[in-house]
């Protein structure tokens, strides 16, 4: 993208009306000063202007994590959907994108993607498989087994993406206290690419073991 094609998104982008946190971001001297002067030439803020700017590029750098796989045994499009042994799965819940889907997901225990092709990947849940949902900034903030049924929304009025599929978590648990990202990679023993929406875990029962051990 040249300069000429930056300034003229930056123009014409319109303003988040979404919620918004705080955030504080130390930079160089130098680099401050280039924002500030981009802010003075399209006469707006600079916390705008440094919004607009890592917008474009964070979206860039979610979709080639999506495009990252794991070992070829945490691949789910390799899975044995005729084995009867129960997985393990991560599933964020995309607070980022929609804070309503996120909210309907842990406040009703629900397993659900949008999109091709990760609403699809929802169907290779099979019951009684473990599904951990994932927020954000939190962590592991509950987890239940699916009851194995694939069920699909058309709640969204856009017939572009009017839908999803999701599935049903039963002995669903919301925990008291999140296992942060930290706290997974320690109990694993390695890193998980945490912003892929959904993940299959051949050691997840880690995982449950010890959500079950500080549950007592």
């Not at 002995?171 to 990679?185: F, G, H, M, Q, V």
């Amino acid at each position: 993208m040249s300069s000429s094609d930056l300034i003229s998104m930056l123009k014409t982008q319109k303003a988040s009306s979404q919620d918004q946190v705080s955030m504080t971001v130390r930079m160089p001297v130098e680099m401050a000063a280039q924002v500030d002067g981009l802010a003075e030439f399209l006469n707006i803020s600079r916390n705008e202007t440094v919004l607009k700017l890592i917008s474009p590029e964070l979206e860039k750098v979610k979709k080639e994590i999506d495009s990252l796989y794991l070992e070829d045994d945490e691949d789910i499009s390799n899975i044995d959907a005729a084995s009867d042994e129960s997985k393990f799965f991560i599933l964020n819940t995309n607070k980022g994108n929609n804070i309503e889907d996120h909210n309907r997901m842990v406040n009703n225990g629900l397993a659900e993607a949008f999109c091709d092709p990760w609403m699809f990947y929802i169907d290779k849940i099979k019951k009684n498989d473990v599904v951990f949902l994932y927020e954000n900034g939190k962590g592991i903030v509950s987890y239940g087994r699916s009851n194995g049924v694939t069920e699909i929304s058309n709640r969204k009025s856009d017939p572009s993406q009017d839908k999803s599929h999701f599935q049903k978590l039963e002995n669903y648990t919301i925990l008291d206290n999140p296992i942060k990202a930290s706290e997974i990679r320690s109990i694993l023993g390695r890193n998980i690419p945490f912003l892929k929406t959904l993940i299959h875990l051949s050691d997840g029962i880690k995982l449950l073991k010890y959500i079950q051990s500080t549950k007592k």
